[in-house]
């Protein structure tokens, strides 16, 4: 179940920037929706996830927790639930941001975005998705991968989807309206 439009609609977003080491994305934010997915009573919380980020056309569906070392998907974007459990997040490298997340909440990383567990709840379960355009990889932050990064990044297509409302989701605003002001600022550059 789905909680109310205001829930989604309005996300927490964060900007990272490039330190030499992680590139994180220049264009895109990194979108944390509080409550976004109505996890009570539901037994099979994972299965709730899972069928919301399979009905919106996110694949590649993965049951965890959150890797304890910083990482990142120059390839592809990401989305992730937690579905049990509470965990704080180290979001954007070590210069970014710890956030905390508990079950319902969902953070959609563009790719480029670091991301490493600093703490967790026991019972903590993540499912994560990616939409179909893209490539998995998991770079850890050496100079070459950051080189090659910055080459695939801005090449990621946006996704078609927002992994919990579909096609007129808040995310695909958000990132079209991004992806726009940043073609707008290397034009004005140029100029």
Not at 45 to 55: A, M, S, V, Y
Not at 92 to 98: L, Q, T
């Amino acid at each position: 179940m789905q909680r109310d439009e205001s829930a989604w609609s309005t996300p927490e977003t964060f900007r990272f920037a490039d330190d030499g080491i992680i590139p994180n994305n220049p264009a895109l934010s990194l979108a944390v929706f509080r409550d976004a997915i109505d996890l009570k009573g539901s037994p099979d919380p994972e299965h709730l996830i899972e069928k919301t980020f399979r009905r919106h056309g996110w694949v590649g569906v993965w049951r965890n927790g959150i890797y304890p070392y910083a990482h990142y998907h120059s390839r592809i974007h990401e989305v992730m639930s937690i579905a049990r459990g509470r965990a704080c997040v180290r979001f954007g490298g070590p210069h970014g941001a710890e956030i905390d997340l508990k079950a319902g909440d969902v953070v959609v990383l563009p790719a480029g975005t670091a991301h490493q567990k600093v703490r967790a709840t026991a019972d903590l379960v993540v499912i994560g998705a990616y939409p179909p355009s893209g490539t998995y990889d998991l770079c850890r932050g050496s100079r070459a991968e950051h080189a090659k990064a910055l080459m695939s990044i801005p090449e990621v297509p946006l996704p078609s989807t927002d992994p919990v409302r579909g096609k007129s989701g808040p995310l695909v605003k958000l990132w079209a309206a991004e992806t726009l002001a940043a073609a707008a600022q290397r034009a004005e550059d140029a100029a």
